[in-house]
């Protein structure tokens, strides 16, 4: 990136933050600029690469998926040349919504969505546990998104 953030930057950051499909013009009357400086500084914010990308959320429920749960997963101290692979592969499964590689007691959570309580437990116990590198899991039901 050329230059710092500036309050408009942050401002339309905000705005496409809260919905990615805003118009111009209201995203413009937000931050109080006019339509040309908010697409030119959208525009900017893509070509930096400060917006990486676009994309949309998804009700679980309304795909069936009525349980959301926080997986924590720790590998095995001698699985740790595999994380990238181990990594690779959690992405790769349908039920896994978003995969965090992170510090603590834990090498990974991840964000699953299943069906019911009964499919959360075969995916952690069949799935998940199974695997060799996996020492433990620790599972967090989500009772609401905030």
């Known amino acids: 990136m050329n230059r ?6 942050r401002g339309i950051l905000q705005a496409v ?11 413009a009357t937000r931050v109080k ?19 990486t ?23 095995h101290q001698g699985a740790r040349s595999a994380l990238r692979e181990f990594a690779s592969f959690l992405q790769s499964l349908p039920e896994i919504q978003q995969v965090y590689f992170v510090s603590g ?16 437990r075969d995916f952690v116990s069949d799935v998940i546990s199974t695997r060799p590198e996996v020492a433990s899991t620790n599972t967090s039901l989500i009772f609401e998104r905030l």
């Open 105 to 120: 007691g834990s090498d990974f959570v991840a964000h699953v969505a299943v069906a019911n309580s009964a499919a959360l």
């Open 33 to 51: 600029v006019s339509e040309s400086t908010a697409h030119r500084r959208l525009r900017s914010l893509i070509d930096d690469r400060v917006i």
């Open 17 to 27: 933050r809260d919905n990615a499909r805003m118009p111009i013009a209201e995203i």
């Open 53 to 75: 990308k676009f994309s949309a959320e998804i009700d679980a429920t309304a795909l069936g998926l009525s349980t959301e749960a926080l997986v924590q997963i720790r590998l």
């Open 4 to 9: 710092p953030l500036d309050q408009v930057d």
